[in-house]
């Protein structure tokens, strides 16, 4: 196998035949994961005539893992992944309120995966709860471990949750009712500044008009608040020559024009402005609570999670995602839209620099929902007949054209 490998210690060094891991996710994941990996295969193949390829390599996590291993997320599993350095992976099982912990999230911390990357695009034809959803090309980067997904909480009724309403009661003057269960917070300025600089970055690279640091800063002063101001500071230190803050910009745009515009919105204003100014937004750097909201908001006007990509990416580690459930009711039934986890190969194409297969899928993808051919959850909408998940596969495939 041809592992990715690692050069002076950040150098990521992509040879002609990567190993890339799968984790084919639970539920629907057995249906939409293949269907993805043949469209990556065909694309690559299609764009290099065999002068590129990729060995995939299954890793087990979830429900499957848990069948063999008795462990939701094996030790052996994460070594794999390791050696991989960038992966894919369907959905996963996360309960609510109980169970093990989010293997989403352990993914993300353990890997270091602080970027979740969004890109959130229209593609006519289909149907849309807004009235000019073709208006709609943004791209979410939320910050990805810490925040209160740092799953640091305790439950009302426990040993930690009682010490630690004592403490803030008899050191801080805080007094919670007994009933109150605790979660904890934390927004950093390293963590901050990298996934903003991460952002930017994006922006530069991708010729984007600005990047937006979406926060609750008026209420949450010392957390989000300071995730504002740190994001500004990461610009004017960092990227001076390339950027101008949106009051610089505003006093005069024809003398700024060629510069990437970093402004800040608070949240609740965001949900709206993203709906009636639509057009006024690009790039958006978040917190991790906030990013989770937006991206979904997002994804709505366009025509839902099912067709939303999404990569978990650091500095050297990168899994790319389904970012919907695991519909586990419709699971081995063939119905399901693999679009999310097709675009996100494509975006996990972009990352190994394979650009020409990447461009020619997404292509192929759109083309596919011009031309009408969409599957059941889209065709209800359209009063038609809906394709089955393999068959919209076979679909896309046509459309990938040759390189």
Known sequence: MAYIRIEDQSKVVIPQNPTIGFIEGDGIGSDITK???????????????????IEWKKVLVGEEAFQKTGKHLPQESLEELRKCIISI??????????????????????????????????????????????????????????DLYAGIEWRYDSPEAKKLRRFLQDELGVKLTEDAGIGIKPISKFRSTRLVRKAIDFAIKNRRRSVTLVHKGNIMKYTEGAFKEWGYEVAAKEFADVTVTEEQYLQNPNAYSNKIVIKDRITDNMFQQVLTRTEEYDVIATTNLNGDYLSDDLAAQVGGLGLAPGGNVGDIYAIYEAVHGTAPKYAGMDIANPTSIILSGAMLLHHLGWDLAADSLERAVEQTYKDGRVTQDIARLLNKKGLKCSEFGEEVEKRIKPS
């Open 35 to 53: 269907v993805a990996i043949k469209l990556i295969n065909s694309s690559v193949e299609s764009s290099y005539h065999g002068e590129k390829s």
């Open 89 to 146: 992976k369907g959905p996963l099982t996360t309960p609510v309120g109980e169970g093990f912990r989010s293997l989403n999230v352990s993914l993300r911390q353990y890997f270091d995966l602080y970027a979740n990357i969004r890109p959130v695009k229209y593609f006519p034809g289909v149907p849309s709860p807004v009235k000019n959803p073709e208006k709609m090309n943004m791209v979410i980067f939320r910050e990805n471990t810490e």
